[in-house]
């Protein structure tokens, strides 16, 4: 079974500032996708920035980058010059995508982050 | 594109009657969707996976019976909570995966589902 753990409940950062938001993850499987997904107050689920398994490369979306450490099975996301609007719950997100678990997205606890001004 | 949406935002029912979500795909076909439940501050919990003309498949715990899935096109996913009680009080969310097209899964803006 796959699971995945974010290990900070809440975090805080100033504006224009960087924050480093960690998630965990535990697979057997060698092939499969990393998610960060963000949701505000509206709790719209909105993708921030993917990672597939297969590839080296960090993923990048403009102020939003990820450090893949796939040996230690670690997915932690940056967020560079933080503005008030990042201010939301982020949720990390594993997918296996064969067999039984097509499709099959697993969720960590969530970490609530707030953007003071 | 890659737009899904879900009726009603926001609806409240009392305690033993029956609400319907719909979950819609409105720019694409979606082979699969999924229906998740919330509680507030508190992580996505998958209820069930629907697959076009087939049985729901339902996670472990979530009542077939009184959690009814009906996904009848390929643009549409129905969620009926029967018999509802406060308990079932909670916010909703279904996404979809396009046929054909990549892993990636788009979320409805869920419905707040409100048993008095």
């Known amino acids: 079974a796959q699971t995945v753990t974010q290990s900070q409940p809440e975090m805080s950062v100033q504006e224009a500032e960087t924050v480093t938001l960690s998630c965990t993850y535990d697979t057997s499987e060698s092939d499969y996708y990393l998610f960060w997904y963000k949701q505000p107050p509206s709790r719209q689920m909105i993708l921030v920035i993917r990672?597939?398994?297969?590839?080296?490369q960090n993923a990048t979306e403009n102020r939003f980058s990820v450090n893949f450490q796939k040996a230690a099975k670690s997915f932690s996301l940056k967020i560079s010059d933080s503005q008030l609007g990042d201010a939301a719950m982020y949720f990390c997100?594993?997918?296996?995508?064969?067999?039984?678990?097509?499709?099959?997205?697993?969720f960590g606890r969530g970490t609530q982050l707030t953007v003071w001004p | 594109g890659a737009v899904v949406s879900q009726h009603p935002s926001w609806v409240i029912c009392k305690s033993g009657t029956s609400v319907k979500i719909e979950c819609r795909s409105l720019d694409f076909q979606a082979t699969t969707m999924f229906w998740y439940r919330q509680f507030p501050k508190q992580s996505l919990m998958l209820m069930a996976t629907s697959n076009e003309g087939s049985k729901a498949t339902y996670e472990q715990g979530v009542e077939k019976d009184k959690f009814l899935i009906n996904h009848a096109s390929l643009t549409l996913s129905t969620l009926t909570v029967t018999s509802a009680h406060p308990e079932d009080s909670s916010f909703y969310i279904c996404?979809?995966?396009?046929?054909?097209?990549?892993?990636?899964?788009?979320f409805g803006p869920g419905t707040r589902l409100t048993v008095t």
């Open positions: 997100a594993f997918l296996f995508d064969r067999g039984s678990t097509l499709g099959r997205l697993y």
């Open positions: 990672q597939e398994a297969y590839k080296q």
């Open positions: 996404s979809a995966r396009e046929v054909g097209g990549s892993y990636e899964q788009y």
